[in-house]
């Protein structure tokens, strides 16, 4: 393939050995830099695919372990591979998968988003990738959201929101919604340690409880002309 004599340049040793070298490589280090270097290493995190298991993620943990007896970051992430619906491997020349920019213009690119980030991508497996799953998505979540969003913002039903009257409500319904305060903390607890993969689900289940139980069942009630409730928990 190609004509001519190929020549390796001598000062690149191996292409995974200078990916490996990146912590230190970016700050000259140490010929330079070392307080900056010291100031940000190990890395808090990294991000990668699974398939930088043997490549990436192995030489910076070679590297680092020789040379400070340490791992180069204190957690990693691993997303696992999208695949083609029928399994295999995404291919150009096969058009075995829609146009990303296609899809977006269709569905959003927030369902796009939702669809991959509350798939088995984020426990680094693998994922059969069906334009329907976006579809639904939007149909399932975006969409009864956005409705409950309508209803509470609708101009012939105010809400006033009251903050002294937020825990005396003396209907169960309001006094559920304030599981939102869980819910936050639990997001930021699972953010904080990095397990993203669980947040996600929770956060999935919430709008659904809120738009077909709370919404449904409170519908009647909150199209009275006023009513005081922790409103500011749906957005």
């Known amino acids: 393939m190609g004509k001519g004599q190929l020549r390796r340049v001598s000062e690149v040793f191996d292409c995974w050995f200078e990916s490996g070298s990146m912590p230190y490589a970016q700050q000259h280090y140490p010929f330079e830099n070392c307080k900056e ?3 940000g290493f190990p890395a808090d995190f990294i991000a990668e695919g699974i398939d930088q298991t043997r490549g990436w993620f192995y030489t910076l943990l070679v590297l680092s372990t ?6 180069p970051f204190k957690n990693l992430i691993a997303n696992g591979l999208v695949l083609a619906s029928n399994g295999q491997k995404m291919s ?14 269709k569905y959003g690119a927030d369902a796009l ?6 798939s088995p991508v984020v426990r680094a497996a693998s994922l059969k990738f069906k334009e329907e799953g976006v579809r639904d998505i939007l149909k399932d979540v975006f969409l009864h959201w956005f409705n409950a969003y309508r209803l509470a913002k609708e101009e012939n039903s105010p809400f006033l929101y009251n903050q002294s009257k937020m825990d005396v409500s003396e ?9 939102t305060q869980s819910l936050i903390k639990f997001v930021k607890g699972e953010m904080a340690a990095y397990r993203l993969y669980t947040v996600v689900p929770r956060l999935v289940k919430f709008v659904d409880q809120l738009t077909n139980w709370y919404v449904r069942m409170s519908r009647r009630r909150l199209k009275t002309p006023v009513v005081v409730i922790c409103i500011g928990a749906w957005f």
């Open 92 to 105: 150009k020349r096969k058009k075995s998968y829609p146009d990303p920019m296609e899809t977006v213009h």
């Open 113 to 118: 988003r939702l669809y991959l980030i509350n």
């Open 171 to 179: 209907n169960y319904m309001d006094r559920w919604i304030t599981f």
């Open 37 to 39: 270097f010291e100031n």
């Open 66 to 71: 020789a040379l400070f007896g340490k791992p």
